[in-house]
């Protein structure tokens, strides 16, 4: 099962008493695919969000509106669930008892009581919204089918305090998230608590498999370098070697010189180490820069002739 449906079997298992299944089935239906004076198209590709709009038009206009159902099979092998409401009576009944223009779909408020505005908003999701999983990416839309629906539905969610972002596609108007936060809490508002913590749960993951890279790629970057420090050390003391001696050095860059030669895997750390008596970091880079500067100098001569 997608998380999309996760969280929609998840938030259907909450509408339980008359109330809230009459806020979400406002929602589902006012969402939905098509609402005209002549026809009333619900659709769905979950079986469950299907059978659950067939149970709260029973339950809801008690067996008098009638729905017609048609399933289609896609290519892609999924599954289209159609409802169909074409009846002119079953359409002015649906009308009637959701206070619904069908010249101009707008939410009316009335028809929600305000403990169950987060049906509402979970019948919405089921008609026309899905949520990604969290593995892939964040993000979770709503397809509405109208611009005076996006209107109301953006105000609604801000003033929930979430704020979402819009795009057009194919003549739809999207009302989108893509940060974790607002997800979270929008799971969280229509009843979803247990998708929400799976949603956490995948965040904490990947910031620790991201911090864990990072670390990774800061030690191969910091090896690179010491590597690369090394080398250009075993190089200035060779150099030196070849045009002056080492043995003719004073003792301190004596002992370095010899230790890098013999060492050259080693950090600054380790290097100073080994010395007797051993040294700190900063010391042996200090004489090591010594040993540079001289090979500097060294080079600066030989180019000179």
Known sequence: MSFSNTVKKEIISAVTDKDKKFACLYGMLIFCKKFTEKEIVFQSESQIVADTFTKLVA??????????????????????????????????????VFKIDIDNREIDLKNIDNNNLSNFIAGVFLSCGSVTNPNNEYHLEYVIPSEQLYNDLSAILGSLGLENKFVMRKNSYILYFKESENIEDILTFMGAQGSTLELINVKILKDMRNRANRVSNCDIANCNKTIEAAVKQKQDIELIDRE??????????????FARLNNPELSLKELGEILDPPIGRSGVNHRLQRLGKMADEIRGKLNGK
């Open 59 to 96: 339950e809801v206009f008690k067996g008098t509106v009638k729905v017609e159902k048609d399933i289609f099979e896609r290519k892609n092998n999924s599954v289209l669930y159609c409802f169909s409401i074409k009846e002119a009576e079953s359409i002015r009944k649906v009308s009637d």
């Open 244 to 257: 002056i001696g080492i043995d003719t050095l004073p003792a301190t860059l004596k002992e370095i010189a």
